[in-house]
């Protein structure tokens, strides 16, 4: 049976845990036949540097 929402390409992506903009960004972007598919990595305790 023929994929009939990727029938034009499937999209991956594996992003940090802490980025929660890139998926909604993505999917705004995809075109029709095109569907993403999304990984997380979690990141713990992760100190942030000026």
Do not use: Y
């Not at 992506?13 to 979690?42: C, W």
């Amino acid at each position: 049976m023929p994929d009939a929402l990727g029938r034009r390409c499937k999209l991956a992506l594996v992003a940090p845990s802490t980025n929660i903009v890139v998926q909604p960004e993505f999917d705004g972007m995809r075109p029709l036949g095109v569907t993403n598919h999304f990984g997380r990595i979690a990141i713990s305790n992760m100190a942030a540097h000026k």
